[in-house]
């Protein structure tokens, strides 16, 4: 798989609360983070597999609250580590991903993650208001008791 990363710029890594194991007829794994590029997403997972000749890397599927077909472009394993690319990157107002594995008994939800706002992530300084503090004049002073 040709590095698709290299074109676009990383925008967020989405890291779950926990860490929960799935299995699959063929293989257990842990979803590490999902990376959302400008070209497209990676799901960045660990994976332990099942020995045998039926042996398969889990079928991951994503999806949005807005109905976008995510298509898988790649994937790529070093050790247990594999990765799978998906296009197209996330359209404006997504809040939520879904990951879900498909296997011969069919589609099961793994994680469900939130999206940030692309206007909350943009840093820059806060606009501070200016508090006024009453001016301390003659009138207003007080004498410690």
């Known amino acids: 798989m ?16 926990t ?6 007829g063929t293989a257990e794994f842990i979803i590490l983070s999902v ?10 997972m660990q994976v332990r597999s099942a ?10 599927v994503v999806e949005d609250h807005l109905g976008t ?6 994937s790529v394993s070093l050790g247990a580590r594999h990765l799978q690319y998906f296009e197209p990157s ?13 296997d011969s008994e069919g589609i ?6 939130a999206v ?6 943009k840093g820059g300084r806060l606009k501070v208001r200016n508090m006024a503090r009453p001016a301390i004049g003659t009138d207003t002073e007080q004498e410690a008791s």
């Open 69 to 74: 077909v995510y298509t898988r472009k790649g």
């Open 51 to 60: 020995a045998g000749p039926q042996f398969r890397r889990p079928g991951i």
């Open 108 to 113: 099961h939800q793994v994680l469900f993650v």
């Open 116 to 121: 940030p706002s692309p206007r909350g992530m």
């Open 35 to 44: 990376e959302i590029w400008t070209t497209g997403l990676v799901v960045n």
């Open 19 to 24: 860490f929960g194991r799935h299995n699959t």
């Open 2 to 17: 040709d590095d698709p990363t290299l074109a676009g710029t990383l925008q967020h890594v989405l890291v779950p609360r």
């Open 90 to 102: 996330v359209p404006e107002g997504i809040r939520t991903l879904t990951i879900k594995c498909e």
